[in-house]
Each structure stands twice: as structure tokens, then as C-alpha cells.
């Protein structure tokens, strides 16, 4: 009974997934289509608990349909409601060295491929098993935290390089124009309702703890410093909302540290180890546990920041009026 | 099937039922105030019911602790949304009218 329950759900899960990909792609408005999207990840993380994989639930809800869902409405509201479409198209740099710049990246992916197929892996069965015991011997209980930040390290380290390209190209794209509107989304300038004031005052503290409990826990059970980073980036999205931080025309030297430090401390943890004989991010036993906490939060601040400039639409941010006439 | 679980059936029955109603309000109500009213209502009880069920089955502390802040998150969210979305509905009113 509880089995066939179990197929009734999972079959019906299946089938709105399906009904509002296809709604999403083929709506007419595009407001809605966004809606649809953000109702599409909630369900995708229901999904994914479903199979029994609650890192992917936990990141699919906090990335997939929260921050993203958050930067499709921003851009909706910037791009079609906010802004009249400026007459001139945005002009394209290009690089005077961009042959050089070609030949020398593909020579780069010529030597990883290379590098790469050198290697010699085990295939199949065998290479779950053989990952499945080494398990046993990292610092942290966790299998998928074992893997991000232990077994494929180097793998997480380029996706920290991915989002901090993001964040340079969004910003290159901004050009010298600031952002369209500065003033607080949520109340449109007329001031904060007593209601406002509450909400920030009484989800913050409970935001920052929650970002904290997930990176923790990475450790031992669903968490680390991606969902605990989007969680954080959620709460600079809720201030960014109401007025209490706002866009600034450059970022100071705290957020450009920010931004760099996931990748800084990464980086030099393998600079270490490679200086002491190892291989490039193979932790000493002794430090493992210390390591990876210590690059998860570095981690954890490195990808808040990105995803709430990038929500802002602007190279910095400031500290807004934190108090509001009603 | 023990009493709990028999009580905890009757709980989730009945928090399925105001879900039921909050959907029906919210399709069937004829202005955005009454379908918000509808909504909003409805389903925090009917979450409430339904996470009372689960903590009365799962019988212990901890658990029905848990479900308690996550039933309060809700009700949190919940207020806050209706809030915004019944200001922007008044706000609109007004600059059709004005």
C-alpha cells in the first residue's frame, strides 16, 4: 500500500515536472514563465529527495529555484519594466591579442587533455568501490563533501573560478553605466511598512544561523559552503530588497577580498601542498579536517557575494539608510 | 494500526481538507483580497494540521519541536507574502482610481 502511495506520487511529481517545463518554455508572458520556473525547482528539489540525494534537494531549492529565481525577476524588472531599451546596441570588445590568446588556451586544453588521458583510471564498478573505501580515510564523514573538496578538489576550485569569471563578466558587461535603479526594490522608495522592519529584523539572525548549521554540517550530512553560501546570498538579497544595502559604482577592498578569498585560500592550500612534497591539494592527515573547514568558509563567502552583486546588477554595494521614515 | 497512527491519519485527513478549501478559495473567489484571504488561512492551518500529524506519529520531542519552527517559518512567510502582495493589489487600485 504505502509502495503503490509512493509510485502514485512519484508518477504524478514526474508528470508536473514535465507539464510545467514544457508550460515554462512555450508561455506566452514571460512573467510567468518565471513564476513557473521558480515552481519547477521547488518540485525538482522535491524530486530529488525523492531519490534520495539531499545535497542536490538542498542546492536545487537554494540555487536553483531561490537565487535564481531571484536574478530572473530582478533582470525582468530591469530589462522590461524599468528601463526603456537604449538605442545604441552594447558595443563588443575585442582583444588585440585574441589570436594569441586563442592559440595559447587551446595549447592549455591540448596539455590537460593530454594530461588527462595519461592518467590511468579506473573504470566502471571498480572506481565506486575503490572511492567508497578511500572514503573511510578522509577527514569528513560525508560522501559528497569527501568528493568536492577531497577526492576532486581541483574540480571545485575551477567552479569557484567560474562564478568569479561570472562576476568579472557581468561587470565588464555593466561597463561605466550604473545600475538602472538604486533606490530599495521592495517598497519603491515610499519607506518601509512597520511589517518590512520586522521581517529583516526577525529572518536575519535566523539566516545567518542557518548558513552556519549548513556549513557545518557539511561535514557530516547534506550541507557545505554552496548551499550554505546561497542561503547567505539570500539574506544580502532580502537587504538588497528593502533598502538596506544598495548598489555602489565600485566594489572597496573588503568585497574585492571577499570575492577572491575562496579562491586565495583554495589556491594556497594546494601551493602547500604541493611545497610539501605532495600532490597538489592532497591534504596532510593530520590537517585534513582543519583544511577543508577553513576552505569551505573562505568558500561559503566567495560565493555569497558573487550571486548577491550579481542579483544587485552592480560592481559593489553599500550600506543602505538602515532606518526608514514610515 | 496503533492509536497514533489512526490519530495521526484523522490529523492529516483533515489538514488535506483545508488545503483543499485555501485551492478551492483561490480558484473560485472573485477578487485577489478574498483569494488571498482564502489562501492564507486555509493552508497554514491545514499545514499546521498536517505537520502536527507527522510529529503526533513520529512521537517524539525533538521531531514535533522541529516541525513547531518549521510550522512558524511558515506562517511567517506566509504573513509577509499576503501582506505585499495585498499592498501592491490596494497600490494598484489606487492609481487605477486616482
Known amino acids: 500500500m504505502a509502495e503503490l502511495l509512493g509510485w502514485v506520487f512519484d508518477a504524478l511529481l514526474a508528470l508536473a515536472l514535465l507539464l510545467l517545463a514544457a508550460r515554462v518554455v512555450f508561455s506566452p508572458r514571460l512573467f510567468e514563465s518565471i513564476v513557473l520556473f521558480i515552481v519547477f525547482g521547488l518540485l525538482m528539489a522535491i524530486a530529488w529527495a525523492r531519490l534520495a540525494a539531499p545535497h542536490l534537494a538542498l542546492a536545487e531549492a537554494a540555487i536553483g529555484a531561490g537565487i535564481t529565481g531571484a536574478l530572473l525577476l530582478s533582470t525582468f524588472r530591469e530589462l522590461v519594466i524599468g528601463r526603456t531599451p537604449s538605442p545604441e546596441a552594447p558595443r563588443v570588445l575585442v582583444y588585440r591579442w585574441h589570436g594569441l590568446m586563442a592559440l595559447l588556451a587551446g595549447g592549455l586544453f591540448a596539455v590537460l587533455g593530454w594530461a588527462l588521458l595519461s592518467i590511468d583510471v579506473p573504470t566502471g564498478p571498480v572506481a565506486g568501490e575503490q572511492a567508497m573505501a578511500l572514503l573511510a580515510r578522509t577527514a569528513v564523514d560525508d560522501a559528497v563533501t569527501a568528493v568536492l573538496l577531497d577526492f576532486r578538489a581541483y574540480d571545485t576550485l575551477l567552479e569557484m573560478g567560474v562564478l568569479l569569471l561570472a562576476v568579472l563578466g557581468a561587470r565588464a558587461a555593466l561597463g561605466s553605466q550604473g545600475p538602472a535603479s538604486s533606490d530599495d526594490l521592495w517598497t519603491d522608495g515610499e519607506g518601509d511598512t512597520p511589517m518590512v522592519g520586522a521581517l529583516v529584523g526577525m529572518l536575519s539572525p535566523l539566516i545567518i544561523i542557518m548558513a552556519g548549521y549548513l556549513l557545518w554540517a557539511g561535514a557530516y550530512g547534506p550541507g557545505g559552503a554552496f548551499q550554505a553560501g546561497a542561503v547567505l546570498a539570500a539574506l544580502g538579497v532580502l537587504l538588497r530588497l528593502t533598502g538596506r544595502i544598495v548598489p555602489a559604482p565600485r566594489a572597496g577592498v573588503v568585497q574585492r577580498g571577499v570575492l577572491v578569498i575562496g579562491m586565495g585560500v583554495f589556491t594556497l592550500a594546494g601551493l602547500l601542498t604541493l611545497a610539501t612534497g605532495r600532490a597538489f591539494l592532497q591534504y596532510p592527515e593530520s590537517l585534513a579536517y582543519p583544511m577543508i573547514l577553513l576552505i569551505e568558509v573562505a568558500l561559503t563567502l566567495s560565493i555569497a557575494l558573487p550571486l548577491v552583486l550579481l542579483f544587485s546588477g552592480s560592481a559593489g554595494i553599500a550600506a543602505g539608510r538602515s532606518q526608514h521614515s514610515p | ?98
Open chain 2, 1 to 98: 494500526m496503533s492509536f497514533l497512527t489512526g490519530a495521526a491519519a484523522l490529523l492529516w485527513v483533515l489538514g488535506g481538507f483545508f488545503f483543499l478549501s485555501g485551492t478551492v478559495g483561490l480558484l473560485r473567489f472573485p477578487d485577489t483580497l478574498s483569494r488571498l484571504h482564502a489562501v492564507t488561512k486555509a493552508d497554514n492551518l491545514g499545514l499546521g494540521l498536517i505537520l502536527l500529524g507527522v510529529a503526533v506519529h513520529g512521537a517524539s520531542v525533538v521531531l514535533a519541536a522541529k516541525l513547531l519552527l518549521i510550522w512558524m517559518l511558515a506562517l511567517l512567510a506566509a504573513s509577509f507574502s499576503a501582506h505585499l502582495v495585498a499592498r501592491s493589489h490596494l497600490r494598484d487600485e489606487a492609481s487605477r482610481d486616482g
